[in-house]
């Protein structure tokens, strides 16, 4: 079965540029979450939708950031402009719904951010 | 609010040895736990998880883990290390039913020496 599929896996562009990372869920999974991952911060939830509908933001670190979900097979997490703090790993990650919040989540690699 | 730690930024191990990752929790109601572990340049992958019942669950590559409620922790577990265990490990932790995110730990890298 496929996995997540994220993409690019690498994006090096400079300070200032749109970045757009995409994530492919897991066919049948309802929810989809987006991550960063620094060495200083660990991972850090971005923000999660629930059949499509973003339900919690909050870890957005900036108005800069934005992310959408026009569909249950698509997701694209945006920064706009980038800075160089915004270099990370980005991942995507997706989960079925039911099992009573037993299901684990299922990450794609990651997108590896470097802004010069 | 719920919470995970793993105390231990590092664990080194010889390769044949038992090995131990720690991990406690911190939540308000019955918890949901896990374990994934991170190779370089790859996404986290799922081990194992306890929801209910027996308290040593057992996963993917010969891992387990140990619920232990009196002392909330869920300790990741391996008889006999490899050196293709070296990675790095997470503990997360759910509260609600549902599909809320789940709460990780900061990481644990395991290093098995041969």
């Known amino acids: 079965d496929a996995g997540v599929i994220q993409s690019p896996r690498h994006e090096v562009t400079e300070m200032g540029q749109e970045v757009t990372l995409r994530c492919k869920p897991i066919?049948?999974?309802?929810?989809l979450f987006w991550y960063r991952q620094t060495m200083m911060r660990g991972l850090e939830l971005l923000i999660y939708?629930?059949?499509?509908?973003?339900?919690?933001d909050s870890g957005m670190p900036e108005d800069r950031f934005s992310a959408k979900m026009p569909n249950a097979s698509f997701s694209t997490l945006k920064i706009q402009p980038s800075e160089p703090r915004d270099s990370a790993v980005y991942f995507c990650?997706?989960?079925?719904?039911?099992?009573?919040?037993?299901?684990?989540?299922?990450f794609g690699d990651g997108t590896r951010l470097s802004i010069l | 609010a719920q919470s995970v730690a793993q105390p231990e930024d590092q664990v080194n191990v010889a390769e044949g040895n038992p090995l131990t990752v720690k991990c406690t929790y911190s939540?308000?109601?019955?918890?949901?736990l896990f374990w994934y572990v991170q190779y370089p340049n790859r996404g986290l992958q799922f081990l194992l998880k306890?929801?209910?019942?027996?308290?040593l669950v057992k996963g993917s590559y010969g891992f387990e883990a140990e619920f232990n409620k009196s002392q909330t922790s869920f300790h990741l577990k391996k008889p006999s290390a490899l050196v293709s265990d070296s990675a790095l490990y997470f503990c997360?932790?759910?509260?609600?039913?549902?599909?809320?995110?789940?709460?990780f730990g900061k990481g644990t890298r395991l290093s098995v020496i041969a």
């Open positions: 306890y929801i209910t019942g027996d308290n």
């Open positions: 939708f629930n059949n499509n509908v973003p339900i919690d």
């Open positions: 997360a932790v759910r509260v609600s039913s549902g599909n809320t995110p789940l709460v």
């Open positions: 939540v308000s109601g019955n918890p949901y």
């Open positions: 066919s049948g999974h309802n929810s």
């Open positions: 990650a997706s989960s079925p719904t039911g099992g009573q919040g037993g299901q684990p989540q299922h």
